[in-house]
């Protein structure tokens, strides 16, 4: 067996993820809204160079998006390599590595290059999936604003639909049950949705569960 690590796919290009492949992991490519790197139910790694680390101080981002992580039980803040930190004072850089372990309960993990933070994620993964026997995460979201929000997420859940061709849908059928019954012309009515996604997600509705 493999551990399965949900990447997103604005990592795609860093090179994390050929090494993930050559460590044995199975990689599943999505647009994730937390974090970049998803193990478990529990486990979300957000990776940054020591570059877009500091920079994440200085704007404030990083604060931002600690408040995200925290979305997950075990959150992990992995920081990669040691540049010049320009105008950004050790005060700075120690308080927010502070605040990140008080106030938002995130690890840190420093490595040396894109290599070494593979073999971390390959191994946390491991050991989360195998040793702890945590599942593997499926969908991971912010929390809807509304009930349509929550509409848009159910339907965003179908193969090929992302969250404007839900809003499509929705808008068409006017509920997400009658999206589930609709016919497979009765689909292809709608913009973007063509022979192959139609069928596609009434495989998917239709399919006795194994």
Same mark, same amino acid.
């Given at each position: +067996?493999?551990?399965? !690590?949900?990447?997103?796919?604005?990592?795609?290009?860093?090179?994390?993820?050929?090494?993930?492949?050559? %460590?044995?992991?199975?990689?599943?490519?999505?647009?994730?809204?937390?974090?970049?790197?998803?193990?478990?139910?529990?486990?979300?790694?957000?990776?940054?160079? %020591?570059?877009?680390?500091?920079?994440?101080?200085?704007?404030?981002?990083? %604060?931002?998006?600690?408040?995200?992580?925290?979305?997950?039980?075990?959150?992990?803040?992995?920081?990669e390599g040691f540049e010049y930190m320009g105008n950004l004072s050790e005060?700075?850089?120690?308080?927010?590595?502070?605040?990140?372990?008080?106030?938002?309960?995130?690890?840190?993990?420093?490595?040396?290059?894109?290599?070494?933070?593979?073999?971390?994620? #390959?191994?946390?993964a491991k050991r989360e999936q195998f040793k702890n026997k945590r599942n593997?995460?499926?969908?991971?979201?912010?929390?809807?604003?509304?009930?349509?929000?929550?509409?848009?997420?159910?339907?965003?859940?179908?193969?090929? !639909?992302?969250?404007?061709?839900?809003?499509?849908?929705?808008?068409?059928?006017?509920?997400?049950?009658?999206? #589930?019954?609709?016919?497979?012309?009765?689909? +292809?009515? !709608?913009?973007?949705?063509?022979?192959?996604?139609?069928?596609?997600?009434?495989? !998917?509705?239709?399919t006795k569960f194994a």
């Amino acid at each position: +067996m493999r551990p399965v !690590v949900r990447v997103d796919k604005r990592e795609l290009r860093s090179g994390i993820v050929d090494y993930l492949r050559n %460590f044995g992991c199975e990689i599943k490519e999505e647009a994730l809204e937390i974090g970049d790197y998803l193990l478990s139910e529990r486990v979300v790694i957000e990776r940054k160079s %020591f570059g877009d680390f500091a920079s994440s101080i200085k704007d404030l981002r990083l %604060f931002k998006q600690a408040k995200e992580l925290t979305k997950f039980e075990k959150p992990i803040l992995l920081i990669e390599g040691f540049e010049y930190m320009g105008n950004l004072s050790e005060s700075s850089l120690l308080g927010a590595l502070s605040s990140l372990i008080l106030d938002y309960n995130i690890s840190t993990i420093w490595t040396k290059n894109k290599r070494e933070s593979a073999n971390f994620i #390959f191994l946390t993964a491991k050991r989360e999936q195998f040793k702890n026997k945590r599942n593997e995460v499926i969908r991971v979201r912010k929390k809807p604003l509304s009930l349509e929000e929550e509409q848009k997420y159910l339907v965003a859940g179908l193969p090929y !639909v992302n969250s404007v061709l839900a809003e499509r849908l929705l808008k068409k059928f006017g509920s997400p049950i009658r999206i #589930f019954n609709a016919k497979k012309e009765e689909l +292809m009515e !709608v913009e973007k949705i063509g022979e192959k996604k139609a069928n596609k997600i009434l495989e !998917v509705l239709k399919t006795k569960f194994a």
